[in-house]
């Protein structure tokens, strides 16, 4: 059974400080890795999907990594900014499968 | 920017009531989900739906859960007798097809209900 754990529960930085998510899970044979943001009360807007067979992949400020062997991925955040401040979430989607599964997420918070 | 459509945002309702949850999902997809978070909780899955059946459902999804698409937009959730604990945000999602793993799961701004 897929778990996803996201290290650390809560994160305090601030503004400019670079910084990293962590997030693992305990089987590899994933499909693919998605890093989601979440806004108090609000929906989850998609920010990286990972392939099973990429590394990486960057957007704007983001870079999130996969290591699929180690079940391991990061988000770096560079040059962080008060709207950064929201819940982090890592999902994996199981090979064969039809579900993807969440970690409980990194809380954010950009000081100014 | 295509995104997906979910009403109400919000339900109040008595404990044994029917809810349906209704969601558009983004016209070219064609994989559905329902997913619920209870406050303070992990985002967790409920049900995917594909080809007009449910391709795999996790043990939330008893028989008091049960999805439909009753026509070609549309996609339900409907609770039959509400609990206390279905108290929550239940957001649908959907996606194109699997073959490529780049598909890219977009999530609706979930529907929140209360069951008193």
């Known amino acids: 059974k897929q778990e996803v754990t996201q290290i650390p529960a809560a994160l305090s930085v601030p503004e400019g400080e670079n910084l990293v998510l962590n997030c693992s899970f305990t089987d590899s044979a994933i499909y693919n890795l998605q890093w989601f943001r979440q806004d108090p009360g609000k929906g989850l807007t998609s920010l990286l999907l990972?392939?099973?067979?990429?590394r990486e992949q960057t957007s704007g400020r983001l870079n999130a990594s996969l290591d699929k062997s180690s079940g391991r991925s990061t988000l770096y955040i560079a040059a962080s900014q008060p709207g950064d401040s929201a819940t982090y979430l890592c999902?994996?989607?199981?090979?064969?499968?039809?579900?993807?599964?969440f970690g409980a997420g990194t809380r954010l918070f950009v000081k100014a | 920017e295509p995104e997906v459509t979910q009403t109400p945002s919000h339900q109040v309702t008595q404990m044994g009531q029917e809810v349906i949850l209704r969601c558009v999902p983004i016209s070219n997809h064609l994989y559905f989900y329902w997913y619920r978070q209870i406050l303070g909780q992990k985002v967790e899955f409920l049900v995917s739906?594909?080809?007009?059946?449910?391709?795999?459902k996790s043990e939330i999804f008893d028989d008091q859960f049960s999805v439909e698409r009753p026509d070609g937009s549309n996609f339900t959730l409907k609770i039959r007798s509400t609990k206390l604990e279905d108290s929550a945000m239940y957001f649908c999602?959907?996606?194109?097809?699997?073959?490529?793993?780049?598909?890219?799961?977009?999530f609706g701004a979930g529907s929140r209900l209360t069951v008193l």
């Open positions: 999902a994996v989607a199981n090979t064969g499968g039809f579900k993807t599964i």
């Open positions: 739906f594909y080809n007009n059946e449910i391709s795999e």
């Open positions: 990972i392939q099973s067979s990429q």
């Open positions: 999602a959907s996606t194109t097809a699997w073959a490529s793993g780049a598909n890219v799961l977009t």
